[in-house]
């Protein structure tokens, strides 16, 4: 039951991810090697005027990167102390006496609810990338 509830929330994650590169950032990406291309063709620069350019150019997709990033740590730190705090409460259940398949059957029902409630979390985590991919100047 908590593999399923994981398997939900990884294709949930990757499904919007997956939306925001097609949508966001491979327009950025295009916009980012165009200009990088413009900076290669300027004859007159020198190697390192190029270079500043260049990093210019890549310094939104850089910045978009950073925010997707962050939130799917965020989120995964999120789950992950989620699942901490089952597997306490079945430490803390063997330890005063519980018997192992019933703490077992309970880990794997707080591990499926934790998943449950990270799955309801995937939309609102994939708009606030969606927002700041949108406030990045290019």
Known sequence: MAEAAQGRVQA???SAVQGLERERIR???GTMFRCSARCCEDSSAS???VQRCIERCHAPLAQAQAIVTAELEHFQDRLSRCSLQCQD?????LDSGGSEPLVRGQLDACLASCGD???RLVPQMARKMRDGLA????
């Open 12 to 14: 949930a994650v990757e």
């Open 27 to 29: 327009a950025m990406q």
């Open 47 to 49: 190697m390192q005027e």
């Open 89 to 93: 409460q079945a430490k803390d259940a």
């Open 117 to 119: 409630q990270h799955l």
């Open 135 to 138: 406030a990045i100047q290019q």
